[in-house]
């Protein structure tokens, strides 16, 4: 089970992610975009990696923040994982969340690329911390077989918290190539 929050203020993200707290950058509110949005406290991000190793290890390690590699490529063969970074969901009469969060993949011509996955992120468990960021019990994982068509995929996440009765809705492409021949 995933229990660690962090905490600080969010960032700008490029190839190589910082995940950190709060829906702000220099105390300014960071405006929504496809893939971050928030509504009130609610907030969630939908992050791509291709190293998931890497980024789960990370999250385990105490401190204030959580470094990994951001990916907009997949590699025809290997894995690309989409996790939800989230903070704020409502807590319940016991005191806990119960906010879910449902995947969906597009292959470049449109069409659904497999089947939706329903996912926890997070049940059961007390929120996080005002200003910490928890990340996703479930993610998605996505790998471009060989009779795959490369080009554009989309990965789509209704994040909702049953409690708030909020729905975020986010979205993300990636564009699958051909794997090193090396």
Same mark, same amino acid.
């Given at each position: 089970?995933? %229990? ?10 490029? +190839? ?8 702000? &950058?220099n105390g300014k509110i960071v405006p929504d975009t496809a893939w971050a949005k %928030? ?13 998931? &190793? ?10 204030? +923040?959580?470094?990994? %590699? ?20 409502? +807590? ?12 969906t993949a597009y292959a470049p011509d449109g069409k659904p690329y497999g089947d939706?996955?329903? @996912?926890?992120?997070?049940? @059961? ?6 200003? %910490? ?44 190539? &051909?794997?090193?021949?090396?």
């Amino acid at each position: 089970m995933i %229990s660690k929050v962090r905490t600080g203020a969010v960032v700008a993200f490029i +190839s190589v992610g910082l995940v950190t707290a709060q829906w702000k &950058e220099n105390g300014k509110i960071v405006p929504d975009t496809a893939w971050a949005k %928030s509504a009130g406290d609610f907030g969630a991000q939908l992050v791509l990696t291709d190293k998931p &190793e890497e980024l789960f290890a990370a999250w385990e390690k105490p401190g204030p +923040s959580v470094l990994y %590699s951001q990916t907009a490529t997949a590699k025809r063969g290997f894995p690309v994982v989409g996790v939800i970074f989230f903070a704020g969901c409502a +807590s319940d009469s016991k005191g806990t969340c119960q906010a879910s969060v449902r995947f969906t993949a597009y292959a470049p011509d449109g069409k659904p690329y497999g089947d939706p996955q329903d @996912g926890e992120l997070w049940v @059961g468990k007390p929120p996080p911390e005002k200003g %910490s960021m928890q990340l996703s019990v479930g993610n998605i994982g996505i790998v471009i077989e060989p009779k795959d068509p490369l080009g554009v995929y989309k990965v789509k996440a209704a994040v909702v918290d049953k409690v708030a009765k909020k729905t975020l809705n986010l979205e993300r492409t990636f564009t699958a190539v &051909e794997a090193d021949k090396n």
